[in-house]
């Protein structure tokens, strides 16, 4: 991916994830700052496709033009300390389960974000968006002391 940060191009790819693949778009992220700036390379981004479950703070620090998408689910601070970016969560494909019951994320999910946006098709653990100073969010559903000390950002919950 290095050539194509560097370039400010774009480009698509698929990978499996697991509980052990913890921080994941953190040192992607990083390339793309210290490149591009924090809003990085948003009209041609990176668009990265996981399957599986992530480990904790899946969407760490992400940066502009940073989109995952993600099948399956995530442990706790997805989104931590987020710039920029998209980050989706839906369940696997075929899941025996209602979305708007089910958790998908854990707890203290866009702790500090300061901007980006998160769409989940299913429910965030408790604390979600504590701290969030910009992002957007669209969610089924959160446990206790959502958006507490929230300065910014939209969050929307469905359920």
């Known amino acids: 991916m290095s050539p194509l940060i560097t370039a400010g191009r774009g480009g698509n790819f698929s990978f499996d994830i697991n509980n052990c693949d913890r921080s994941i778009s953190a040192r992607v992220?990083?390339?793309?700052?210290?490149?591009?700036?924090?809003?990085?390379?948003?009209?041609?981004?990176?668009?990265?496709?996981?399957?599986?479950?992530?480990g904790v703070s899946f969407g760490a620090w992400n940066a502009g033009g940073l989109n995952m998408y993600l099948e399956g689910d995530a442990n706790d601070y997805v989104g931590k300390g987020m710039a920029g970016g998209k980050l989706v969560i839906q369940p696997p494909h075929g899941g025996q389960f209602h979305s708007n019951k089910t958790t998908i994320m854990g707890n203290t999910c866009l702790y500090g974000a300061a901007g980006g946006i998160l769409f989940a098709s299913g429910r965030a653990g408790e604390r979600f968006a504590?701290?969030?100073?910009?992002?957007?969010?669209?969610?089924?559903?959160?446990?206790?002391?959502?958006?507490?000390?929230?300065?910014?950002?939209?969050?929307?919950?469905?359920?």
């Not at 992220?29 to 599986?52: D, R």
Request: net charge neutral.
């Open 29 to 54: 992220s990083g390339a793309i700052v210290k490149q591009h700036g924090s809003l990085g390379i948003f009209g041609t981004p990176l668009i990265a496709n996981f399957k599986g479950v992530a």
């Open 130 to 159: 504590v701290r969030n100073a910009g992002a957007y969010a669209v969610l089924e559903g959160a446990g206790d002391h959502c958006c507490e000390y929230m300065t910014g950002g939209v969050v929307a919950i469905l359920g």
